[in-house]
C-alpha cells in the first residue's frame, strides 16, 4: 500500500514562494502521474497541478504561471513550487497517484498553506 507524505507548508505574506514536497513509500511512484489538490476551509477540493510519468504538466488556470511541479524520480518524489502567493491559495496541500484524479484513492494528511493579506 502506498503511503503518501506532504510537507513544506507554511505561513507566509501575499507575494511569498513556498516549496512543497511528496514524498512516497511502500510504492514506486514512477510509472504513475502525480498530481496535487488542495482544499480550503469550506470548500471542496480543487485539482491544482499534475505531471506525467513523461513529464508533462497540467495546471489549474488559477495557477497557471505562478506554480511549477516537479518530480524526481530517483527520490521517489513530486514537487510544487509556488511562488507569488495570493490569499485564495491559503488550504491544505494534498499530492497523489495519479493523473487528476487519485487512482488508488489513498490520500496523504497533507500540508498546510496559509497566505496573509
Known amino acids: 500500500q502506498v503511503q503518501l507524505t506532504e510537507s513544506g507548508g507554511g505561513t507566509v505574506q501575499a507575494g511569498a514562494s513556498l516549496r512543497l514536497s511528496c514524498a512516497t513509500t511502500?510504492?514506486?511512484?514512477?510509472?504513475?502521474?502525480m498530481s496535487w489538490f488542495r482544499q480550503a476551509s469550506g470548500k471542496e477540493r480543487e485539482f491544482v497541478a499534475a505531471?506525467?510519468?513523461?513529464?508533462?504538466?497540467h495546471y489549474a488556470d488559477s495557477v497557471k504561471g505562478r506554480f511549477t511541479i516537479s518530480r524526481d524520480k530517483a527520490k521517489n518524489s513530486a514537487y510544487l513550487q509556488m511562488n507569488n502567493l495570493r490569499t485564495e491559495d491559503t488550504g491544505i496541500y494534498y499530492c497523489?497517484?495519479?493523473?487528476?484524479?487519485?487512482?488508488?484513492?489513498?490520500w496523504g494528511q497533507g500540508t498546510q498553506v496559509t497566505v496573509t493579506s
Open positions: 505531471i506525467s510519468v513523461s513529464s508533462f504538466t
Open positions: 511502500g510504492r514506486s511512484p514512477v510509472l504513475y502521474a
Open positions: 497523489v497517484l495519479g493523473w487528476m484524479t487519485s487512482e488508488n484513492d489513498v
